[in-house]
């Protein structure tokens, strides 16, 4: 069985930043692709970005450029770097080891 948990959501003002981690257990961690999803009020679950095990990365238009993706195999950690932050960011972000989803961490931008 695969646990996500993920952490360091909260309230931050427009332009600021904010790190997620998400820590995974429970499986061979640094062999997948992992990813980070979000879902804004009223709206659809949508991608944001990838890591593979090698560590290739890709990211969605909306936040190229802004949210950077890394991960810690040592640490069975993933992380979602957010600067220059948006009330369009404003959502649940989740993250994802297929077929696993953490329980999601609440960002909020706004002033």
């Known amino acids: 069985q695969v646990r996500l948990v993920e952490s360091g959501g909260g309230l931050v003002q427009p332009g600021g930043s904010l790190r997620l981690s998400c820590t995974a257990s429970?499986?061979?961690?640094?062999?997948?692709?992992m990813y980070w999803y979000r879902q804004a009020p009223g709206k659809g679950r949508e991608w944001v970005a990838t890591?593979?095990?090698?560590?290739?990365?890709n990211y969605a238009d909306s936040v190229k450029g802004r949210f950077t993706i890394s991960r810690d195999n040592v640490k069975n950690t993933m992380f979602l770097q957010m600067n220059s932050l948006k009330p369009e960011d404003t959502a649940v972000y989740y993250c994802?080891?297929?077929?696993?989803w953490g329980q999601g961490t609440q960002v909020t931008v706004s002033s």
């Open positions: 994802n080891l297929h077929p696993y």
């Open positions: 429970g499986s061979s961690f640094s062999i997948n692709a």
């Open positions: 890591i593979t095990s090698t560590g290739t990365t």
